[in-house]
């Protein structure tokens, strides 16, 4: 039997600098490229109404937890069946200082600080990508 596992911390930083708003009042002033405001934003990690004014450097964090187990088993000379398990888990994505904005699409609101991006599964279950060997009867092991 084959045993295996992986723990993976995936942390992404992003300081967010830079930025530009082109606003148009409706769709022909937008096809006539007749801007009505230029907004530039030199600093987008500046205080904002939507993480309660929260400033600076984001930090989104995240861990994944991987283990598989196989085996081999050898049925004649001539055929041997590989076979196994596989599990992934996925912690929720999240900010170190609880600072992201989430935006619900569906209801086209911005959702409480704190409410996960997405629901985390535990139930990642997989069969380990082998697949059986078949000899002629002249080959050699």
Request: glycine share 10%; proline share 5%.
């Amino acid at each position: 039997m084959k045993f295996g596992g992986e723990i993976r911390p995936v942390p992404v930083y992003t300081d967010r600098l830079g930025g530009t708003t082109y606003t148009y009042s409706n769709l022909n002033v937008f096809l006539d490229n007749s801007l009505q405001q230029v907004k530039y934003l030199g600093d987008v990690s500046a205080p904002s109404k939507f993480n309660d004014g929260l400033t600076g450097v984001r930090q989104a964090r995240q861990e994944c937890y991987i283990w598989d187990v196989q085996d081999e088993w050898k049925l004649r000379p001539n055929l041997t069946l590989n076979y196994g398990l596989g599990y992934e888990y996925y912690t929720l994505l999240s900010e170190r200082n609880d600072g992201a904005v989430v935006f619900d699409p569906g209801a086209g609101v911005i959702v409480p600080r704190g409410t996960a991006f997405y629901k985390s599964s535990k139930t990642n279950f997989l069969p380990r990508r082998q697949t059986g060997t078949i000899h002629s009867a002249g080959d050699a092991d």
